[in-house]
């Protein structure tokens, strides 16, 4: 009974990992991530995908296709527009340095005056 709790969690885990579209390789990832970043970071319209099929020497379905395998991934969100915007690389979003340490300084000052 053991073998098979184990066998059925290790298939549920390996059904929960997103496999990248088929016929694309790791290149091909990364030509899609360049594309995307050189455009702006979101994957939206015509002019946004031309320039990426062209960029990356994929095909639209295979640009859809791994927008699609990004998300799911999370290394893309769904965009208000229907699109697609990258996350990751120079694509990430800026994180707010300054937030947290001027909550420390108006503490500090509060708490000396």
Known sequence: MIRISA???A????SACAMPPKGTDEQDLMAWDSAVASIGC????????QPVEL???LNRAQVQEIASYKVKTEEAVPTDTGGVRLVTG??????DMTAEPMADAEAAGTAAG
């Not at 298939?11 to 390996?14: A, C, R, S, V």
């Not at 979101?42 to 995908?49: H, K, N, P, T």
């Open 90 to 95: 120079s694509c990430a979003p800026a994180t």
């Open 42 to 49: 979101e994957l939206v319209s015509e002019s946004d995908y």
């Open 11 to 14: 298939l549920g885990l390996l």
């Open 55 to 57: 960029q990356s020497g």
């Open 7 to 9: 066998a059925l969690s």
